[in-house]
């Protein structure tokens, strides 16, 4: 079964603040979106609106045609809404392995099993170490994830979001930080979910050889509202995103 | 091992302090001929039972409650009633023991589901709130439970002091109902303890790793942390009401000073902290120091105290007075606390053999 998922005139007001700004979108199945914009655009403040971490001061969340937006992040979560953050947000004191296995356990839906210890789920734990190996960190699955450089910490916090198995992928600038030789590891891995035309991919990205190389479409935000959405090529050659995101008026005609 | 929690101690010295003892604790009736050595053992079996199911919640969980003596407190409450009013029968300690259960759970149900959506720190000021207004209402209400004075009553037969298993002589008198009553103790909060370690390497206990260490994440993933931690709250407070039952049969008596008081809540947090937090095997090795401190560290000072002042060094034997004993329990707890802040086990965990 496909997915979609759609926002409706989605705004959240922080006091006199509107953060994000009346944006009404609709996600295809097998289409990566890239969300991008300056900072301060309230892109991952649209994530959070949509992944249940903040709950919107009007409009809509639809999920499967089903209005979500009074619902809790856990319960999105367990309809599928995947989400991954840019501030590494991880269980420090446990383990890598025990990280992954954590998303594992929810996405097979082991939520309140008291009687079995965790050693015999044989299942559970191979299918944690195997997405272990496709992030390059079957290594270090024994180390706490606090004592992860930054960099691996960014892939544990990307193996999480894929251990989750969910429907639609929100990836929140999932390779920022990282070094030159680390981030293809990640872009590789994104790029290999794209295969799978069920899902949706949502990606929050400021670098734009990223965007180009993935992106079927692009979502420009600036000041929470959405001034393009497109084809890749069309919005980035667009004026209106010129000077949005990038921060330059072409027709004084300064050089980027 | 699978029947157990394939949760070992891990670490050389460690096993060997619990092995120790435990192994003790299971031959106290005859190793410790007397009265009191067997009421340190018995208390030590009991807090070892009531601590790690503190320790799920604080440990664990990251919960902190003050209304874990409250839940101790129900379980003696509900023995003690029981036996006081039905006389002294197995039914009545198991009918007692299933009322406690009961009040116990529901309470911390109710607890749980007002106040655990909260901050923690909300929690801990509601928690403390309820086990106050409890205390109070234990005293209060006479007619049910003796009030201030408590409830003394008759255990069943075989576990009083004058019942012998088999003509006494055999063990040198050790075969009588008081060692059956002991071994009561010592059994059940084994097999409970056990439950607990197994409790915490259940897919359920590393979700309450998960949410002591990162609730909003833990959200993110699907997991519903209010649900979680009131299951917690209830499996903790369900394992402290059987520890509660566990202390009114050894002591044959259950009163406000035994169960409910406030110094107990802190001799847990105690407990929890010289033995180390989020281990469980820290509730043994907690518990046997600090009871056995408590008993008898008064005792080793009055030794000391003797000798020096035999030696003609007034001065420091008065610090060593036996008066002065909780003063120097209080410095124990804080060397402690300063050289093993993550507990003894803790400690012995992270320093592996090279």
Same mark, same amino acid.
């Given at each position: ?10 705004? *959240? ?82 383990t890598?392995a025990e990280?992954v296995r954590l998303a594992v356990q929810s996405a097979r839906g082991v =939520?309140?099993n008291?009687l079995r210890p965790w050693m015999l789920r044989r299942d559970l734990i191979e299918r944690a170490d195997q997405i272990l190996v496709?992030?390059?960190?079957e290594?270090?699955r ?21 251990a ?71 919005? *980035? ?14 027709? =004084?005609?300064?050089?980027? | 091992m699978m029947?157990?929690s394939g949760n ?19 031959? +106290?009736? #005859?190793? #410790? ?32 409650? #003050? !209304? ?55 929690? !801990?000021?509601?928690?403390? +709130? ?55 103790? #010592? ?11 197994r409790?915490?390497e259940s897919p359920?206990?590393r ?49 406000? /000073? ?45 030794? +000391? ?45 992270? /320093?592996?053999?090279?």
């Amino acid at each position: 079964m496909s997915v979609s998922l759609e926002t409706r005139d989605l705004t *959240i007001r922080f006091g006199g603040h509107v953060a994000v700004d009346r944006v009404s979108c609709v996600f295809r199945p097998g289409e990566l979106t890239a969300i991008v914009g300056p900072n301060g655009a309230g892109k991952t403040t649209y994530f959070n609106l949509i992944s249940g971490q903040l709950r919107a001061s009007s409009g809509q969340v639809l999920l499967d045609g089903a209005d979500i937006t009074a619902e809790s992040a856990p319960l999105r979560a367990r309809r599928g809404l995947g989400r991954a953050f840019q501030l590494t947000n991880l269980f420090p004191n446990l383990t890598v392995a025990e990280n992954v296995r954590l998303a594992v356990q929810s996405a097979r839906g082991v =939520h309140y099993n008291i009687l079995r210890p965790w050693m015999l789920r044989r299942d559970l734990i191979e299918r944690a170490d195997q997405i272990l190996v496709d992030v390059a960190l079957e290594q270090k699955r024994a180390h706490p994830a606090a004592a992860l450089p930054h960099g691996d910490q960014r892939k544990l916090e990307v193996a999480l979001l894929i251990a989750l198995e969910p429907r639609v992928f929100m990836f929140d600038e999932p390779t920022a930080g990282m070094s030159v030789d680390e981030a293809p590891v990640v872009l590789d891995l994104i790029a290999r979910l794209k295969k799978d035309t069920s899902k949706i991919i949502m990606l929050v990205e400021h670098k734009m050889d990223v965007v180009r190389s993935l992106a079927d479409r692009i979502i420009v935000l600036t000041n929470g509202a959405c001034v393009a959405d497109g084809e890749p090529a069309t919005v *980035i050659a667009s004026p209106a995103v010129q000077e949005a995101y990038l921060g330059i008026a072409p027709k =004084h005609g300064a050089p980027s | 091992m699978m029947i157990l929690s394939g949760n070992p101690p891990r670490g050389k010295l460690l096993t060997g302090l619990v092995v120790l003892v435990v192994g003790l604790l299971a031959l +106290a009736p #005859f190793l #410790f001929p007397g009265s009191k050595p067997l009421n340190v053992a018995a208390k030590i079996c009991v807090y070892a039972l009531l601590v790690a199911s503190y320790d799920l919640l604080l440990g664990y969980a990251g919960i902190v409650s #003050f !209304a874990h003596t409250m839940f101790y407190g129900v379980g003696a409450y509900g023995v003690a009633i029981a036996l006081h009013a039905l006389g002294a029968s197995w039914f009545a300690v198991f009918a007692g023991l299933g009322a406690a259960l009961a009040v116990a759970g529901a309470l911390a149900l109710l607890i749980g589901l007002f106040s655990l959506r909260v901050q923690t720190i909300f929690f !801990a000021m509601v928690t403390l +709130a309820v086990a106050s207004a409890f205390a109070v209402l234990a005293s209060q209400l006479s007619w049910l439970t003796g009030g201030e004075d408590g409830r003394t009553f008759s255990v069943p037969q075989a576990l009083r002091p004058g019942f012998q298993l088999i003509d006494s002589g055999a063990f040198g008198g050790a075969a009588n109902g008081r060692t059956l009553a002991y071994y009561l103790v #010592f059994g059940v909060a084994a097999v409970l303890f056990l439950a607990l370690l197994r409790i915490v390497e259940s897919p359920f206990g590393r979700v309450l790793q998960a949410i002591r260490e990162n609730p909003f994440r833990a959200e993110a993933l699907g997991y519903r942390i209010v649900v979680h931690r009131t299951a917690a709250n209830v499996l903790a407070a369900l394992f402290a009401a059987c520890a509660g039952a566990l202390n009114a049969l050894w002591l044959r008596y259950t009163g406000p /000073d035994t169960t409910l008081s406030f110094s107990i809540m802190l001799d847990i947090l105690v407990m929890v902290v010289i033995g180390g937090m989020g281990t469980l095997y820290g509730a043994i090795v907690g518990a046997a120091v600090f009871v056995l401190a408590q008993n008898y560290l008064q005792a080793l000072m009055g030794v +000391a105290f003797g000798a020096i002042n035999k030696a003609g060094l007034p001065l420091v034997a008065g610090f060593l007075n036996p008066d002065r004993w909780l003063l120097w329990l209080g410095v124990l707890f804080i060397l402690s606390v300063y050289f093993f802040p993550t507990g003894v086990v803790g400690r012995l965990r992270a /320093d592996p053999k090279p």
